[in-house]
């Protein structure tokens, strides 16, 4: 069971290092009209084309960064293997389930932290990371 969570820890520190990385390259701004869409205020519309806006620049970076895209493809990557771990493996006792409702965290974190960072929340992103370090820990605890 040891070298489980050994593997567990190097896969963390692979997503990690893959959003750190996402991170220090990209910081966009900018700011884009369109029509609102009915029945929203107008500052939630105007804050989800800015957040829209930010994205496809970022995306657009993605595209252009061969080292953007190699962290993207890494916590893509990451996140399929959490995946294929937690919907895999039947937990047959506490300590599985355990491990697999961490795991359950860690890929929400994930991915919470990409579209967070996707949209321009950069230090949201961040302490999505820290969450996932923290999990990381307590698995190497456990």
Same mark, same amino acid.
């Given at each position: 069971?040891?070298?489980?969570?050994?593997?567990?820890?190097?896969?963390?520190? +692979? /997503?990690?290092?893959?959003?750190?990385?996402?991170? /220090?390259?990209?910081?966009?701004?900018?700011?884009? !009209? !369109?029509?609102? &869409?009915?029945? *929203?205020?107008?500052?939630?519309? @105007?804050?989800?084309?800015?957040?829209? =806006? #930010?994205?496809?620049? @970022?995306?657009?970076?993605?595209?252009?960064?061969?080292?953007?895209?190699?962290? !993207?493809?890494? *916590?893509? &990557? !990451?996140?399929? $293997?959490?995946?294929? =771990? #937690?919907? &895999?493996?039947? +937990?047959?006792?506490?300590?599985?389930?355990? *491990?697999?409702? $961490?795991?359950?965290?860690? =890929?929400?974190? $994930?991915?919470?932290?990409?579209?967070?960072? =996707?949209?321009?929340?950069? &230090?949201?992103?961040?302490?999505?990371?820290?969450?996932?370090?923290?999990? /990381?820990?307590?698995?190497?605890?456990?």
């Amino acid at each position: 069971m040891e070298g489980v969570y050994t593997l567990v820890g190097a896969i963390i520190a +692979a /997503a990690l290092a893959g959003l750190i990385g996402f991170w /220090a390259g990209k910081r966009f701004h900018g700011r884009e !009209t !369109t029509d609102s &869409q009915p029945g *929203i205020p107008d500052n939630l519309n @105007s804050l989800h084309r800015g957040e829209e =806006f #930010i994205r496809n620049r @970022s995306m657009e970076a993605i595209k252009a960064d061969v080292n953007m895209a190699a962290h !993207t493809d890494m *916590i893509e &990557q !990451t996140m399929n $293997l959490f995946n294929f =771990f #937690i919907r &895999q493996n039947e +937990a047959v006792d506490e300590d599985k389930e355990t *491990i697999q409702l $961490l795991g359950i965290r860690i =890929f929400n974190g $994930l991915a919470s932290a990409l579209k967070l960072m =996707f949209s321009g929340y950069y &230090q949201t992103a961040a302490l999505q990371g820290r969450d996932i370090l923290e999990t /990381a820990f307590l698995l190497d605890y456990l």
